[in-house]
């Protein structure tokens, strides 16, 4: 496992925390739409968060579950993970 | 009728997903065959549990009937939910366009009595196998009786009055009856009616406590009401949703009434009671016929409880004596959900939509793999009978004690 | 002619508050019964903090059959069910069984025992085929919701229409509501109703744990549930029971019973949103609260007094604080509106009906419960939401309001009968 958050880690993510499938390709594309654009609702960010939180043992910042969009969310996590390593 | 309520409460749609069939008309086709689909629990982790016979949706693929998101977000029962309300809106030919003119005038209702058990065995173990931070948000909104209520209206955009019955059987008549209150008070449609699922693993070792629960093997003599070889029921999974609308509403868009709901009444007799179930029943039917302004000769056809047990199917036997008079035994009883099990509170809703299909073939649909019955009712045996039909008695009993009757009349009335 | 409805008793177990004495004493006085958790560790939990009831039901007058039977929402709804008949001065031997209707709500049922079984057959949630051999023998009792008003009506001998209500958090105002229309409907004399949650478990817990919908003060357990305070920061767990009486006005009358108030309209609408979230707007609460101003035949500017949801999240505070400036408009800037949780924490879906009790007491006492905690205000809750100390005041007519999961949201009016009842 990486230290960093990829758009296909974020798009398996949302693949298994929110049920919704968006391949990464479209994801990359659609960085900066909103989540609610793409199907995932505040109850699906706090999914996604719980997960990385479960898998990297390390608490996200907890405006992580409020961000925008898919760029938003990653640099807020990524620089969460960089800072635990 | 001298004074024909104002608002009368229809049905203008219906969408089944049972056992034996996961559209209205594969439901139909087999309820009408008297074709038991009763069989060996397949689901996975339930093999060795002591309940072997049960009712099973094979046919239902949620993938299809609803969006993925749903896979991860509801359980089942609420899958079963959305799949037959999208049936029975389509049914009464209610789209988008309809509802969003008016939100606040279509409501939701269903009754629940197991709610989303598979779901909420998943995060359990989640939780005691690995700890707090491995439940998921969707179990805060899945697992608790109200699910389908929400969803569907949040899927649809529906404002009106919301309700759940979470109560045992008959609960799913008083769901129905619950609905059409509220189109009487003013809300124009009313999806109603109840779906369970609750064949997972703990929800399965739940029910084992049941006394009146079956644990024959044999599939074709598990569930046997009104029969000397009555062992209880076999529980089963899903349901039916129905469109409930003002008459008044259905008319003004030209859909078609298929059937009224002319008249509830509910009344408790404590669990496991069933002597006393027949009281209770009894003046279930008295007090449905008198708000349906109905005859005991009128009811062409009763859909009985047929708990399977020979305290209760003696005493429902009798409850229809009590409160149909001499009509009571000429009268044809059927029992189709022998060919599906029980589904709770969804099992009177099914039992309703055969109801309506019943009256509009002018056929009663039989009761499959029961044939020695002994009890004083004529009860539809092994194939299906023709017979005009324009009202339906349809009854239900719950484990907790509740009874419920409900009287339908085939499409709408004159009296308009 | 429509038949009128009254409340002609209550009864209530809630946290720091068994009985109505105690409960009042607890809400006149502002007093607040959150604390750490102590009915399990709740170490690794997000919120740790929540209302307990210190209950024995045996000093309630419970049986051991019935203390090993009914799980521990159900013991809540026979005890407070005791009061409440008490209250009534109902002779239940004397009423025709088959008009007396029981509607009691709950959210989550028999979770508490569901879950605890659970544990033991699933060998500590370590196996999907569970081994029913380690289940209780009173489990099937925990899985059907129905038990609570099978066990009540069974307790009373209610025979009428008895049915369980679960609209998550909204349903004890829809238990008391679906009771009103049964008796403005004639299909029952007498209802046996209100709502009953036990939802102090790890499971519980950890739901609204996932969705950070619960406090986090847990250093401060006291001035953890802050609703309408800039600071709040989500609702803290509760537990209790509430039943009320209702009575068709003339056949209270007629045995020269005490009535409390009538319940005079009840609505309830779906906000077709969200399952959790809520509209900034709460149009659909507005106008459940319009529709059942409609059926108590008053205009907005009657409402003496708002027993508001107020569960202490940001967005439901914000939420609620919109509906009721919506549907009272001016008036409701001139209308205490306060909310009990603050003291009492959220008990789901008894909680409903807990706070029909309160407006019941206060129309009694002619005083408003506070908002405990407020402390600091939000621009966007401008309201007067009655801070920490009860005020006295002339009520004739109140409002109480529930919003909860699934987009529910649903109001009731209580009011003292317009004409000298006694």
Same mark, same amino acid.
């Given at each position: ?15 298994k ?36 939180e ?8 907890t405006?992580?579950? $409020?961000?925008k ?8 996590? #990524?620089?969460?993970l960089?800072?635990?390593? | ?54 009712g099973e ?5 949620? +993938? ?13 029962? /609420? ?20 509802t969003?003119?008016a ?8 009754a629940?009595?197991?709610? =989303? ?12 196998? $690995?700890g ?10 899945a697992?608790? @009786? ?8 949040? !899927? @649809? ?26 189109v !009487?008070?003013?809300?124009?449609v009313?999806?109603a009616?109840?779906?369970e ?8 070792v739940c ?14 003599r598990?569930?046997?009401p009104f029969?000397?070889?009555?062992? =209880?029921?076999?529980?089963?999974? =899903? ?6 609308e ?12 298929r059937?009224?709901?002319a ?9 496991s ?31 009985a ?5 020979p305290?209760a199917d003696?005493a ?14 000429r ?25 309506v ?13 029961v044939?020695?019955v002994?009890?004083d ?17 349809v ?22 | 002619?429509t ?11 809630a ?5 109505v ?6 809400? &006149?006085?502002?007093?607040t ?6 009915f399990f ?30 799980d521990?929402?159900? +013991?809540f709804? *026979? ?7 008490r209250?009534?001065? *109902? ?6 069984p088959?008009?007396?209707?029981? &509607?009691?709500?709950?959210?989550v049922?028999?979770?508490?025992r ?5 544990v ?5 949630? $370590? ?16 899985? &059907? ?5 099978? /066990? ?19 349903s ?22 209100g ?13 609204f ?50 009535? @409390?108030?009538?319940?005079?309209g009840?609505?309830?609408?779906? #906000? ?13 609460m507005?106008?459940?609260i319009e529709?059942?101003?409609d ?18 999240? +940001? ?14 408009g ?23 009906a807990?706070? *029909?009790?309160a ?8 005083v408003?419960p ?8 939000d621009?966007e809750?401008?309201?007067? @939401?009655?801070?920490r ?6 009520? #004739?007519?109140?409002? &109480? ?7 529910? +949201?649903?109001?009731?009016?209580? #009011? ?6 006694r």
């Amino acid at each position: 496992m990486s230290d960093r958050i990829t758009v296909e880690e974020l798009a398996e993510l949302m693949k298994k925390a929110a049920g919704v499938t968006v391949a990464p390709e479209e994801l990359q594309q659609q960085y900066d739409s909103g989540f609610d654009a793409l199907g995932i609702d505040s109850l699906g960010l706090l999914g996604i968060v719980g997960e990385l939180e479960n898998r990297y043992g390390t608490p996200m910042p907890t405006d992580a579950e $409020k961000s925008k969009t898919p760029r938003q969310f990653l640099e807020l996590v #990524n620089s969460a993970l960089l800072a635990g390593a | 009728m001298s004074e024909p309520h104002p608002r009368r409460a229809a049905v203008t749609g219906i969408g089944v997903v049972a056992p034996n069939g996961t559209s209205t008309d594969t439901f139909w086709k087999s309820t009408r065959e008297g074709i038991s689909v009763l069989d060996r629990v397949t689901r996975a982790g339930c093999a060795h549990l002591p309940l072997r016979v049960a009712g099973e949706v094979r046919d239902f693929d949620p +993938q299809s009937a609803v969006e993925e998101r749903y896979l991860v977000q509801t359980d089942r029962f /609420t899958h079963f939910a959305m799949a037959a309300a999208d049936q029975a809106l389509d049914d009464a030919r209610l789209g988008r366009p309809d509802t969003d003119a008016a939100p606040f005038s279509v409501g939701v209702v269903t009754a629940a009595g197991s709610g =989303g058990g598979e779901f909420g065995q998943r995060e359990l173990q989640q939780l005691w196998d $690995k700890g707090s931070r491995f439940v998921g948000p969707y179990q805060s909104i899945a697992w608790f @009786y109200a699910a389908s209520t929400g969803q569907i209206s949040i !899927r @649809y955009g529906f404002k009106g009055p919301c309700g759940v019955i979470a109560s045992d059987e008959a609960g799913g008549l008083d769901a129905l009856a619950h609905a059409a209150r509220a189109v !009487r008070r003013g809300t124009d449609v009313m999806v109603a009616g109840a779906t369970e699922a609750p064949l997972a693993p703990y929800s399965m070792v739940c029910q084992l406590g049941y006394e009146e629960l079956s644990t024959v093997e044999d599939p074709e003599r598990a569930y046997r009401p009104f029969t000397a070889s009555a062992c =209880g029921f076999v529980p089963a999974e =899903g349901g039916a949703m129905l469109v409930v609308e003002a008459e008044t509403s259905a008319r003004e868009r030209g859909a078609p009434v298929r059937a009224t709901l002319a008249g509830h009444a509910a009344t408790f007799t404590g669990a496991s009671r069933w002597t006393q179930s027949r009281e209770g029943l009894a003046e279930a039917v008295r007090g449905a016929l008198h708000e349906a302004a109905c005859a005991p000769e009128e009811i062409d056809v009763v859909f009985a409880d047929a708990l399977g047990v020979p305290e209760a199917d003696r005493a429902e036997a009798l409850a229809i004596a009590d409160a149909l008079g001499t009509h009571g035994r000429r009268v044809p009883v059927t029992a189709p959900k022998t060919a599906v099990g029980r589904g709770y509170s969804a099992a009177p809703v099914l039992d309703v939509a055969a109801a309506v299909l019943a009256m509009e073939h002018g056929l009663i649909p039989p009761t499959p793999n029961v044939f020695d019955v002994c009890h004083d009712l004529d009860l539809v045996t092994t194939r299906a009978r023709a017979a005009e039909l324009h009202t339906a008695l349809v009854l239900s009993r719950g484990l907790m004690g509740s009874n419920s009757a409900l009287v339908l009349r085939l499409g709408a009335t004159d009296a308009s | 002619m429509t038949r009128r409805v009254a409340v002609t008793g209550i009864g209530i177990v809630a946290p720091d508050g068994i009985g109505v004495p105690a409960f009042w004493d607890l809400l &006149s006085n502002g007093r607040t019964a959150t604390r750490g958790i102590t009915f399990f560790d709740p170490a690794g939990l997000r919120s740790r903090i929540a209302a307990e009831c210190d209950f024995d039901p045996a000093v309630h007058g419970l049986d051991a059959e019935q203390i090993a039977r009914c799980d521990r929402y159900i +013991q809540f709804a *026979l005890v407070a069910g005791e009061e409440a008949i008490r209250d009534s001065g *109902l002779d239940l031997a004397v009423e025709n069984p088959w008009r007396v209707g029981v &509607s009691l709500g709950t959210a989550v049922g028999g979770t508490t025992r569901l879950e605890h079984d659970y544990v033991l057959v699933s060998d500590r949630g $370590k196996r999907w085929d569970v081994d029913h051999r380690e289940a209780g023998p009173h489990l099937h009792r925990a899985f &059907s919701p129905s038990t609570l008003a099978s /066990t009540v009506a069974e307790r009373f001998e209610a025979r009428g229409p008895v049915q369980t209500v679960s609209t998550g958090c909204t349903s004890g105002l829809d238990a008391v509501g679906y009771a009103f229309h049964t008796i403005e409907e004639g299909r029952a004399d007498v209802c046996i109703t209100g709502a009953s949650d036990s939802p102090i478990s790890p499971i519980t817990m950890a739901c609204f744990d996932a969705i950070k919908a619960t406090s986090p003060n847990n250093d401060d357990p006291a001035h953890a549930s802050r609703p309408f305070d800039a600071d709040r920061n989500g609702f803290v767990m509760g537990e209790g029971g509430a039943v009320l009486v209702l009575e068709e006005l003339e056949h209270a009358l007629a045995r020269g019973a005490h009535v @409390y108030c009538e319940i005079s309209g009840y609505a309830t609408f779906g #906000n077709a949103y969200h399952m959790t979230g809520l509209t900034s707007e709460g149009l659909e609460m507005a106008r459940a609260i319009e529709d059942a101003l409609d059926q108590a035949r008053l205009d907005g500017t009657a409402i003496d007094y708002v027993n508001a949801h107020g569960s202490g999240t +940001q967005q439901n505070d914000r939420h609620e604080t919109a509906a009721v400036k919506q549907a009272l408009g001016a008036h409701a800037y001139d209308t205490p509106m306060s909310s009990i949780k603050s003291m009492v924490g959220h008990s789901l879906g008894a909680i409903g009906a807990i706070e *029909l009790v309160a407006c019941a007491l206060a129309l009694t006492h002619q005083v408003v419960p506070p908002t405990a905690n407020y402390e600091t205000p939000d621009p966007e809750c401008d309201l007067d @939401y009655v801070p920490r100390v009860a005020r006295e005041r002339r009520l #004739n007519s109140v409002l &109480s309001v529930g919003s909860g999961f699934g987009g529910f +949201q649903s109001a009731v009016i209580l #009011n003292l009968p317009r004409e000298k009842t006694r």
